[in-house]
């Protein structure tokens, strides 16, 4: 890795790219369209079976470095694209999510306003149901508590966030051990030992529905994020509300599988009924809900 010594700001922006044909196109022209103009593009095929790769190279910029490798998940995409990056600041964009023209011009200033920080992330939006209400009040602020931010719903993302390249030194980046949560894991980390800056304006958008999602594979509980998190080591309470979150969305995918009785067993600690309660904050009528959806869908 290559950390520039220029005063100005640089991004690498690092896109990771495994079978994305249909998307991949739309996605570099998103930051070719940038307002902001001083960057590189890093392209990593991850051993794509598709026509991603002929795509990307049909996009003729001198900005656009395209590095290819066997298939070894996106973790390990995004880590040697990070660790070939030439800038000094790293942005992260998967396949097929996208920017607004502003999303670089955005995060550059608030570096510039606040440059003893490392880590930045902005407001994004969803596809199926786009908001572009801005994330804050004012342009930019450090999160102190990050956890209790990310309860209401403003989470770092991985087509949101950037970070200085010298983190990357600092501290291991991607797991590439774990199939899900993987950037979650990231962001936690880095909002543990930084304190990030929120970007309230929306400029990134993630698309739900694009092929390939983590989310529509199938799933090893072992190879997930949430599966390492030991929730009795967790004293602060907005990082443990935080966490049972996350354990609620991935019981929500396992209930009544094996892998269910492999989070039980794993927080065996917490006794059957503790855990439950604990998880569906201590809301009964809530627990048998969702119990009662889940048996309904089975049907």
Request: glycine fraction near 4%.
């Amino acid at each position: 890795m290559i950390v520039s010594e220029s005063k100005y700001v640089r991004f690498s922006v690092v896109i990771p790219l495994y079978n994305k044909e249909k998307h991949i196109a739309g996605t570099i022209k998103s930051v070719l369209e940038q307002f902001f103009r001083d960057f590189e593009i890093v392209v990593v095929n991850d051993g794509s079976t598709d026509d991603s790769l002929k795509v990307a190279k049909s996009i003729q910029d001198s900005r656009i470095r395209i590095i290819s490798k066997s298939n070894g998940g996106v973790s390990s995409a995004r880590n040697r694209g990070i660790a070939e990056a030439k800038n000094e600041w790293i942005a992260l964009l998967d396949a097929d999510d996208a920017w607004l023209p502003n999303h670089l011009e955005n995060l550059a200033k608030a570096i510039s306003l606040f440059p003893e920080h490392k880590v930045f992330f902005t407001g994004f939006t969803r596809d199926v149901r786009p908001d572009y209400t801005p994330w804050c009040k004012n342009f930019a602020v450090p999160v102190e508590n990050y956890f209790k931010l990310a309860n209401s719903g403003k989470v770092m993302f991985s087509s949101s966030s950037a970070f200085h390249a010298s983190i990357a030194m600092e501290m291991p980046m991607f797991r590439e051990d774990l199939t899900r949560g993987e950037d979650i894991d990231l962001w936690t980390r880095l909002a543990k030992k930084y304190v990030p800056v929120l970007v309230g304006e929306v400029s990134a958008i993630y698309f739900h529905c694009a092929e390939n999602r983590a989310t529509m594979r199938s799933r090893v509980l072992e190879k997930s994020m949430i599966w390492h998190v030991k929730i009795s080591q967790i004293s602060d309470k907005d990082e443990k509300e935080y966490f049972r979150k996350q354990y609620y969305i991935v019981l929500d995918s396992v209930l009544f599988t094996r892998n269910f009785w492999q989070i039980l067993r794993r927080q065996k600690y917490y006794g059957f009924f503790r855990f439950w309660l604990w998880l569906f904050n201590k809301n009964l009528s809530r627990l048998l809900r969702f119990l009662s959806r889940r048996v309904r869908n089975r049907k």
